[in-house]
């Protein structure tokens, strides 16, 4: 690609950096020479920049070409084009760290230790990478929708999140497109009617922020471990509420 010295350095930095990431991945897969180079020239008139650029040795191609036509969706033909690439690669890998800026790809590492199952982050995800699961207290990440912005780990209140900037191959690619748990827990059951809500943590990280609160002191400090329709039925049916016709 040719850059004249015309260009922002924005734009040059962010050339550079997905350079740096789509050879990281060709280099990755065994594919020999450089693909991608950045030509740097006056302006268009600077021959000897581009001459010296154009008696570079060619890089290693594919033995076949690609059939696949051009998607609607710029990452769905990317999608294409990294299955075509890993499956003629000359060197199979599992993995292939990305470099952290201007990656496309990756995973995320979640603290359990930290995360308390709030879910914060599957509202933040813009790409539908994180989600939860309706019938069970856990965090369910898809690597393959991940474009790696960090929107989750800005919103997680306890910094539980680091990202993992790579491109993971594991299983013919079929791991990274599938669902999997990132983190879970044993749901915590409500102390008058057993049904489950929320999890260990999730209960204890609120009583340690709500506990002090005049509403919760003495008795009433149960209902942070009831389920939010015992919660209600508790304070209707207790004889020793205060209510507004008390005052
Ligand atoms: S990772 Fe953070 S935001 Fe996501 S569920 Fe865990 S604690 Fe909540
Ligand atoms: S880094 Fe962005 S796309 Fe990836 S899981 Fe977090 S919010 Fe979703």
Request: charged share 20%.
């Amino acid at each position: 690609m040719l850059v004249t010295g015309e260009e922002a350095p924005e734009y040059r930095r962010a050339l550079a950096e997905q350079m740096a990431v789509g050879r990281a991945i060709l280099t990755g897969l065994g594919y020999a020479g450089t693909h991608l180079a950045l030509i740097e020239a006056r302006d268009a008139r600077d021959l000897a920049a581009l001459d010296f650029a154009l008696r570079s040795a060619p890089a290693q191609g594919v033995k076949t070409a690609a059939g696949f036509a051009v998607q609607a969706g710029k990452r769905d033909t990317l999608e294409l084009a990294i299955d075509h690439l890993a499956a003629q690669a000359p060197q199979a890998r599992d993995e292939i760290t990305l470099p952290a800026a201007g990656a496309p790809f990756g995973s995320l590492v979640v603290d359990t230790a930290k995360c308390t199952l709030c879910l914060s982050c599957v509202g933040a995800c813009p790409e539908s990478a994180l989600a939860d699961n309706p019938d069970l207290p856990q965090l369910r990440f898809i690597e393959k929708n991940c474009v790696q912005c960090g929107l989750c780990a800005g919103t997680c209140p306890e910094q539980a999140i680091t990202l993992q900037p790579r491109l993971w191959l594991a299983d013919g690619g079929r791991a990274r497109k599938t669902a999997r748990v990132l983190a879970q827990a044993e749901p915590y059951r409500c102390i008058r009617c057993s049904k489950p809500f929320g999890t260990l943590q999730a209960v204890e990280a609120m009583i340690g922020r709500l506990g002090a609160h005049p509403a919760f002191q003495g008795a009433a400090a149960e209902r942070l471990r009831m389920c939010g329709d015992c919660r209600v039925i508790d304070i209707h049916t207790n004889p020793a509420e205060v209510r507004i016709t008390d005052l």
